[in-house]
T-cell receptor
Framework: QQQVKQSPQSLIVQKGGISIINCAYE??????FPWYQQFPGKGPALLIA?????SEKKEGRFTISFNKSANQFSLHIMDSQPGDSATYFC???????????FGKGTLLTVNP | KAGVTQTPRYLIKTRGQQVTLSCSPI?????VSWYQQTPGQGLQFLFE???????NKGNFPGRFSGRQFSNSRSEMNVSTLELGDSALYLC??????????????FGDGTRLSIL
């Protein structure tokens, strides 16, 4: 049972464009939603996180939008750069279970 | 501040052997979680330790085990290795058990290959 569904699997964006990655979750007990960025040969690095009491959180070029009624959240990367090319994972945790449940990942390629 | 350190970075074993992987959390972090990453299954939770106690366990067979020491360092062990155990094993640490408002920071993992 996949509790966090992430789309698209891969995404190609031109430099300067907006990258959008979406995630949907099933467990309504989730109350913490982080995004991780992973480069080849490296572990996932925490990018930005949100709790359901806010609808949007912005850090630099990265924004999380949260839609509690639809059980969905998304990552927007503004002014995408070639250096943003990486795999992005959404995740969720909460309730009595502190483990992170991850989406399958999105391979982002930003063309120069 | 040093990040999460995992050793070794690469390991090659054969079927039937056992392996022990090590993780040193960020200084001051007391909770350590382990994840398995494969192309097919993605990132899957193995177990979490806090104060030398396993608090949470994922859906993996008993061949996968772990422990945490008093200095918060953790090890995981896989016995009777199978080809399907080939994966990147990731360790993450947080100040206290993860979840709400407790970011988990990952190491770069141990790449385990089973021949």
């Amino acid at each position: 049972q996949q509790q966090v569904k992430q789309s698209p699997q891969s995404l190609i964006v031109q430099k300067g464009g907006i990258s959008i990655i979406n995630c949907a979750y099933e467990n309504t007990a989730f109350d913490y939603f982080p995004w991780y960025q992973q480069f080849p040969g490296k572990g996932p690095a925490l990018l930005i996180a949100i709790r359901p009491d806010v609808s949007e959180k912005k850090e630099g070029r990265f924004t999380i939008s949260f839609n509690k009624s639809a059980n969905q959240f998304s990552l927007h990367i503004m002014d995408s750069q070639p250096g943003d090319s990486a795999t992005y994972f959404c995740a969720a945790s909460g309730g009595s279970n502190y483990k992170l449940t991850f989406g399958k990942g999105t391979l982002l390629t930003v063309n120069p | 501040k040093a990040g999460v350190t995992q050793t070794p970075r690469y390991l090659i074993k054969t079927r039937g052997q056992q392996v022990t992987l090590s993780c040193s959390p960020i200084s001051g972090h007391r909770s350590v979680s382990w994840y398995q990453q494969t192309p097919g299954q993605g990132l899957q939770f193995l177990f979490e330790y806090f104060s030398e106690t396993q608090r949470n366990k994922g859906n993996f067979p008993g061949r996968f085990s772990g422990r945490q020491f008093s200095n918060s360092r953790s090890e995981m062990n896989v016995s009777t290795l199978e080809l399907g155990d080939s994966a990147l094993y990731l360790c993450a640490s947080s100040l206290i058990p993860g979840g709400s408002n407790q970011p988990q920071h990952f190491g770069d993992g141990t790449r385990l290959s089973i021949l």
